[in-house]
């Protein structure tokens, strides 16, 4: 089975940007679809940008026109593109199937936006 690993984050002052990547161990393509979710402290877990196996995208309403998610197939890679960086998008990223069932989840990078 594909696994995902994730990469990336950091500190960053607001307004700032960061670039995330999330590497599959094989053919990416494997999985029906990619996304980036988020775990803030004391809050359930959230999905904030997906890119479908035949490309279709979809941004959770928070971070659209800030974030971008791409996919370089050459690479089995997906990345994600965080622009203008608030302190609310201050949590710690992960990356995960969006099909019917999840892969096994990773530690995710944190991604930390002072106030």
């Known amino acids: 089975q594909v696994q995902l690993a994730e990469s990336g984050g950091g500190l960053v002052r607001p307004g700032e940007s960061l670039r995330l990547s999330c590497a599959a161990s094989?053919?990416?393509?494997?999985?029906?679809?990619v996304g980036w979710y988020r775990q803030a402290p004391g809050k359930a877990r959230e999905l904030v940008a997906s890119i479908a196996k035949n490309g279709n995208i979809k941004y959770f309403d928070s971070v659209q026109g800030r974030f971008t998610i791409v996919r370089d197939s050459s690479k089995n890679t997906v990345y994600l593109q965080m622009n203008s960086l608030k302190s609310e998008d201050t949590a710690v990223y992960y990356c995960n199937s969006v099909g019917l069932s999840f892969l096994i989840w990773g530690q995710g990078p944190q991604v930390t936006v002072p106030s």
């Open positions: 094989g053919n990416i393509f494997s999985i029906d679809g």
